[in-house]
């Protein structure tokens, strides 16, 4: 099955992945659904928080978990072909490994999410991206869905969680329009523009007065990429 990374720099990509133990998962309090393997209490309570935020927000659009989504916090960095990601999914075991947020700033000082510092906030957010993935594979008709679809309710939940005065300085200064009708929504303008690629995502999603109906064609989508209506 399908592994996702969330790249410092270019979004998701794909790779195998071994299964892993549940041994050592915890339960997140009101989020029993999500289950958290750290050995620092401080961590978990952090991503149960920023699951919490991902998964309300889900639910809004009617996606809720279908089964239990583990989150397992690691030290090492997740080398994908010479890039460092911060989180991969684990389409098979519902998992997914996240690099601790220490971690991920001893190996990158610099690291950048949507042109801004990587900090607590893009944390939280680089941990709705994950929850968004794993939900959207729950509801998928597809055992291997494309990625553009994939990211695209990754990136708009990945928005949608951070301080509204942070989303808006992202939106503001991207200077990008939401997807309209007739554009291609694919994994390569994402990988060549990641942020824009998440702020007309994002915008595109909150503009409609019928999201799920959009959802559930990314939902359905067989391909690589989705043609907007």
Request: proline share 6%.
């Amino acid at each position: 099955m399908m592994r996702l990374f969330l790249l410092v720099s270019v979004g998701l990509l794909l790779m195998w992945s071994p299964p892993l133990s549940t041994a050592g998962y915890r339960g997140c309090g009101d989020r029993p659904e999500v289950e958290v393997d750290s050995d620092d209490t401080s961590t978990t309570a952090n991503v149960c928080t920023a699951a919490g935020k991902a998964l309300t927000l889900l639910a809004e659009y009617g996606l809720e978990p279908r089964r239990p989504i583990r989150i397992r916090i690691i030290d090492t960095a997740i080398d994908n072909h010479g890039y460092i990601a911060y989180g991969a999914y684990d389409s098979r075991t519902d998992t997914i490994e996240l690099m601790s947020y220490d971690s991920i700033l001893e190996h990158n000082a610099a690291a950048l999410m949507y042109g801004e510092f990587f900090d607590q906030i893009h944390y939280h957010g680089a941990i709705a991206h994950e929850i968004a993935h794993a939900v959207f594979h729950h509801h998928s008709l597809n055992l291997s869905p494309g990625t553009a679809p994939q990211e695209y309710l990754a990136h708009a939940v990945q928005l949608g969680v951070l301080p509204p005065e942070r989303r808006r300085a992202i939106i503001a200064r991207t200077g990008v329009s939401p997807w309209e009708s007739g554009d291609a929504v694919s994994d390569i303008y994402m990988a060549l523009e990641p942020t824009r690629f998440a702020v007309k995502s994002y915008t595109h999603l909150i503009a409609m007065a019928e999201p799920r109906a959009f959802i559930d064609i990314l939902l359905n989508s067989k391909w690589f990429y989705v043609s907007i209506p």
